[in-house]
């Protein structure tokens, strides 16, 4: 048994990261190292009693919306996550007793706007065999300053494995190592598997599903355009309590019924990363509607995976004068994301197997 734990963003009111933290989880698992099972477990970080809280968002969690929000999270977690039993920061060290891995990865936990320039995130704590896996900056440039914090960091991994070609090229910038980048873990799965994870339900009427980070007028405009050009009604899934949209049924969900109501959409609007990676996945006619320049800040995420896969023309900074509303080929993105997602299924093993022969020699 291979004894591995990880870290993440975790307990978010955030689909994406609730569901990449389970695949990552699920895809270890499902691996056989050495003729032997891995045994997974993720450290709660953002629950840990001395997690320094910073951030307006997690001061004002008590707010009612963000509290029923966590609410629907918390069947799935404890369903479907394996939580490794620790209560604080400072009880970290002692996990290097306990596990014999540990890895970092995937969402935007080396991005210095959300990880509150904690080292947790770079597992500063690991003295075992350490590696990341689709850890993302969420940004095309970090600052000279967090390029020499985030090379003390990586220098100390075993291997280093991002999500985006932006991100590999800051990491670069930062270590002296190579840099492999692999598909988000929401990738590694298959459309066949998520399906097994949704309870199946009564199919609703043609609708367009809106899931958004953040709302602007020009996104606003796109989605009232799509609504008009289709004639269909729009189903929102909140992403927190700032946003209002007046055109559509706004939802806040449980995560398989979110997911649930992506597949079965007729059309999606999106800012998000993995609402996009799945609508790629389940093959939705998608549009990712971005604010601001597509390679800029947070969307080259969307930017690159989409560039990746041969998708480029679904991302989108304005309102075009006419809306696509044709079927999109899947078949090129399927072939790339199926062998991308074989080389990542290798790295994990590859990185897996180390851990284990490095661990067994140190046990002789």
Not at 196 to 213: H, Q
Not at 222 to 242: D, H, Q, Y
Not at 294 to 304: A, E, P, T
Request: proline letters at 3%; one cysteine or more.
């Amino acid at each position: 048994m291979l004894r591995v734990c990880g870290v993440t963003f975790d307990h978010t009111t955030n689909y994406g990261s609730c569901f990449q933290a389970y695949a990552l989880q699920t895809a270890i698992e499902n691996l056989q190292i050495r003729g032997e099972q891995c045994e997974y477990g993720l450290i709660p970080v953002h629950t840990l009693l001395d997690y320094p809280v910073k951030r307006s968002w997690q001061r004002n969690v008590i707010k009612p919306i963000l509290k029923l929000h966590r609410t629907q999270f918390v069947p799935f977690e404890k369903k479907c996550m394996k939580y490794v039993p620790v209560s604080r920061l400072t009880d970290l060290p002692s996990l290097n007793e306990q596990m014999d891995a540990f890895v970092c990865g995937s969402d935007v936990i080396w991005n210095p706007d959300f990880n509150d320039n904690l080292g947790v995130f770079f597992l500063d704590f690991a003295h075992k065999y350490k590696f990341s896996y689709a850890a993302s900056f969420g940004k095309a440039d970090i600052g000279e300053k967090q390029y020499l914090t985030v090379g003390k960091h990586l220098s100390s991994f075993n291997a280093i494995s991002v999500r985006e070609k932006t991100g590999q090229e800051i990491a670069r910038r930062c270590v002296d190592k190579s840099v492999s980048i692999v598909v988000d873990p929401v990738l590694l799965l298959g459309s066949q598997t998520w399906d097994k994870l949704l309870t199946p339900d009564k199919k609703e009427d043609k609708y367009i599903f809106v899931y958004m980070t953040h709302l602007n007028d020009s996104i606003i405009s796109f989605i009232e355009k799509l609504r008009k050009v289709t004639g269909l009604k729009v189903i929102r899934s909140a992403n927190g309590p700032k946003q209002t949209l007046k055109q559509g049924i706004l939802q806040v969900q449980k995560p398989e019924k979110w997911l649930q109501q992506l597949r079965d959409a007729e059309y999606v609007v999106t800012n998000s990363f993995h609402a996009t990676a799945f609508s790629v996945l389940f093959h939705k006619k998608f549009f990712t509607v971005v604010h601001g320049g597509k390679s800029q800040g947070i969307n080259v995420r969307m930017n690159d995976f989409l560039k990746y896969v041969g998708l480029e023309d679904r991302i989108f900074s304005a309102v075009p004068e006419t809306i696509d509303l044709n079927e999109i080929q899947f078949s090129e993105a399927d072939k790339k994301i199926e062998a991308l997602r074989q080389k990542s299924l290798d790295y994990l093993q590859t990185n897996l197997e180390k851990a284990y022969d490095e661990t067994h020699r140190a046990r002789m």
